[in-house]
Each structure stands twice: as C-alpha cells, then as structure tokens.
C-alpha cells in the first residue's frame, strides 16, 4: 500500500491539537504521582528500614526528622500521592474494562478522583493524629 505525500505526517494527534481536559489532568496526574511513590516513597521506606536495623539512635533521628514540619509535609505528600494514585488507578480500572467512556461520566469521575483524594488524605491524617 502507497503512502504518497502523507510520509511528513505524524502518525496521531500530538498535544497541541487536542483540548486539555479534565480526564488527560488526571491520567498525567496518575503517572506522577506513580513516579513519585516510586523514588520518594521506596527512599522513605529504606530510610526507615534502615533505621529500624540500626537501633534506638537511628531511629530517633529517623523519627524526628518525620514528625518536624517538613517531615510532615512529606508524609502528608506521601499520603496524598497514595490516595491519588489510588482512586485514578481505580478510574482507570473501571476504563479497562469498557465502563465510563461516556463523556459526561469520563468527565465527572476525572474531577472527582482527585477530589476524593483529598478527602481520603484528610480523614486518614485526622483519624492518625487524633
């Protein structure tokens, strides 16, 4: 089969022609906050492992660093990668297997997930610190 004159043409639509929405937020949105429990996360995980192993003295520097302002915030931020992560993962479940396509539900659950992220995040941390 001949392709004359179409060899210069992008094989699919790049970013610039299609209209961000938000369902493309979301799934970009997915990907990061994947990433970001990978390296944050697994750092945060060895850290403590490691301080576990170490003793009482590697532990309590581990411990005071978390429970700092900044340690809070990266906890929190942890917390709020998971969830997120978590309930687009979900939304992305549901799009496997051929459910909420429709536009209009494609459209409420992209604003909702990360929405409900937060909520999740804010119990979780007012149920801990409680």
């Excluded at 089969?1 to 970009?28: C, D, E, Y």
């Excluded at 532990?59 to 700092?68: D, E, P």
Aim: glycine share 10%.
């Amino acid at each position: 089969m001949a392709q004359t004159g179409t060899a210069n043409r992008p094989l699919s639509p790049h970013l610039q022609i299609w209209k961000w929405g938000a369902h493309m937020f979301v799934s970009i949105l997915h990907r990061v906050t994947g990433n970001g429990l990978a390296l944050v996360g697994l750092a945060l995980l060895v850290w403590w492992l490691g301080a576990l192993a170490s003793g009482p003295e590697a532990y309590a520097t581990f411990s005071g660093h978390a429970s700092s302002w900044y340690g809070m915030v990266v906890l929190i931020g942890i917390t709020w990668a998971a969830f997120t992560h978590m309930t687009s993962g979900l939304r992305h479940f549901v799009l496997d297997i051929g459910a909420g396509y429709e536009l209009g539900i494609n459209r409420t659950w992209s604003i909702l997930s990360p929405l409900i992220a937060i909520a999740l995040t804010a119990a979780f941390w007012a149920l801990l610190l409680n």
